[in-house]
């Protein structure tokens, strides 16, 4: 049996990722803060018969990430593939404030080398195995006021981009997922207009099939790709301008 560990499994997409895996029949790891949550979701899943274990970490702390990685290998198996899911933006509205900017640095793309660096040397080992990395379509051009989620978030693809051929000398696939709106708790405190938002589900089945298939990048949905393909498209001086519409400093 397959082993999936999913970081940020608490909630939103880690969760219904872990759902998903699960139905698939793999195995699944649990791994976010909330240990309480993650246990009532492993009760879950075992009681429709998958196989399943939990372990509470922050992605930001590397040495507890490592320890729940180990203890959760050591109970389901060799990691086969490991979703960098856990992410945020505690630097939402917080715009010029430095330490604000740090932490989502922190969250988003620290938490994400962490994780590879939890499974890396038994993948390089094997020669084999997956990873993939939940950044966003965020990353594709800077939005006012989401400008440290989207920053990290860059920086997680451009990680990523450059890891992957090098990652293949070992047999190791890595996956980028850049997720457009998905309703998640995340979303949820956002007021802004949401197009073409996704139910976790249906954004975890997607994704799910994207890996299975070996997508290297898979940005979705459709329509809000090609809205942001077109916003990369136009000259800073026509961006600055719709961006700034209805903005003033606060």
Request: proline residues 6%; aromatic residues 6%; charged residues 20%.
């Given at each position: 049996?397959?082993?999936?560990?999913?970081t940020?499994?608490?909630?939103?997409?880690?969760?219904?990722?872990?759902?998903?895996?699960?139905?698939?029949?793999?195995?699944?790891?649990?791994?976010?803060?909330?240990?309480?949550?993650?246990?009532?979701?492993?009760?879950?899943?075992?009681?429709?018969?998958?196989?399943?274990?939990?372990?509470?970490?922050?992605?930001?702390?590397?040495?507890?990430?490592?320890?729940?990685?180990?203890?959760?290998?050591?109970?389901?198996?060799?990691?086969?593939?490991?979703?960098?899911?856990?992410?945020?933006?505690?630097?939402?509205?917080?715009?010029?404030?430095?330490?604000a900017?740090?932490?989502?640095?922190?969250?988003?793309?620290?938490?994400?080398?962490?994780?590879?660096?939890?499974?890396?040397?038994?993948?390089?080992?094997?020669?084999?195995?997956?990873?993939?990395?939940?950044?966003?379509?965020?990353?594709?051009?800077?939005?006012?006021?989401?400008?440290?989620?989207g920053?990290?978030?860059?920086?997680?693809?451009?990680?990523?981009?450059?890891?992957?051929?090098?990652?293949?000398?070992?047999?190791?696939?890595l996956h980028?997922?850049?997720?457009?709106?998905?309703?998640?708790?995340?979303?949820?405190?956002?007021?802004?207009p949401?197009?073409f938002?996704?139910?976790?589900?249906?954004?975890?089945?997607?994704?799910?099939?994207?890996?299975?298939?070996?997508?290297?990048?898979?940005?979705?949905?459709?329509?809000?790709?090609?809205?942001?393909?077109?916003?990369?498209?136009?000259?800073?001086f026509?961006?600055?301008?719709?961006?700034?519409?209805?903005?003033?400093?606060?």
């Amino acid at each position: 049996m397959p082993v999936c560990l999913i970081t940020g499994a608490s909630s939103g997409i880690g969760e219904a990722l872990a759902r998903e895996y699960a139905r698939r029949g793999w195995a699944v790891g649990l791994i976010a803060r909330r240990k309480p949550v993650l246990d009532g979701l492993v009760q879950e899943l075992r009681s429709k018969g998958a196989k399943a274990a939990a372990a509470a970490a922050d992605v930001t702390d590397r040495a507890a990430l490592e320890e729940a990685v180990q203890l959760l290998e050591g109970e389901l198996g060799t990691c086969d593939l490991m979703i960098a899911n856990a992410g945020g933006d505690p630097g939402i509205g917080k715009r010029l404030e430095p330490e604000a900017i740090i932490s989502t640095m922190n969250l988003n793309y620290n938490g994400v080398v962490y994780a590879m660096g939890a499974v890396l040397p038994r993948m390089q080992a094997r020669k084999q195995g997956s990873i993939a990395v939940v950044s966003s379509i965020a990353h594709m051009r800077g939005i006012p006021r989401f400008g440290a989620y989207g920053a990290s978030k860059a920086a997680v693809s451009s990680l990523c981009e450059a890891l992957r051929p090098e990652l293949a000398a070992w047999g190791i696939r890595l996956h980028t997922i850049n997720p457009g709106f998905v309703r998640t708790p995340l979303t949820a405190a956002n007021k802004s207009p949401m197009p073409f938002l996704l139910d976790a589900d249906e954004a975890a089945r997607r994704i799910a099939n994207a890996i299975e298939v070996g997508k290297a990048i898979y940005t979705f949905p459709f329509p809000t790709r090609m809205a942001m393909a077109f916003a990369t498209l136009l000259p800073a001086f026509l961006w600055d301008r719709l961006m700034g519409r209805g903005f003033k400093a606060k």
